[in-house]
């Protein structure tokens, strides 16, 4: 069974918006210390774009700030990355993560693609 499910990805034009919606199996996100999002762009290197901990407390990559939010609904065992004024640059794998220490569990990744 895959841990973590990404869903909402797809084409967007620049300026608008998605959802990203991250769904976790068992109980990875009650046990975890910090769930987030990352991205791939192709030829380039994962990076981090949003994280959030156990506490609530939220970390965001300086290209996503005032535009992206990352939100939890423990309830529902979801995270989630609200994406808005969405730029070409964007345009990536969007994964989701979960650390489990000593064990990080990942997404199969979600498309996400900014264009006109």
């Known amino acids: 069974q895959v841990p973590l499910v990404e869903s909402g990805g797809g084409l967007v034009q620049p300026g608008g918006s998605l959802t990203l919606s991250c769904a976790a199996s068992?109980?990875?996100?009650?046990?975890?210390?910090?769930q987030g999002w990352y991205r791939q762009a192709p030829g380039k290197e994962r990076e981090l774009v949003a994280a959030i901990t156990r506490g609530g407390s939220t970390n965001y990559a300086d290209s996503v700030k005032g535009r992206f939010a990352i939100s939890r609904d423990s309830a529902k065992n979801t995270v989630y990355l609200q994406m808005n004024s969405l730029k070409p640059e964007d345009t990536a794998v969007y994964y989701c993560h979960a650390q489990v220490a000593p064990t990080n569990y990942w997404g199969k990744g979600t498309l996400v693609t900014v264009s006109s």
């Open positions: 068992g109980s990875i996100f009650r046990i975890s210390s910090v």
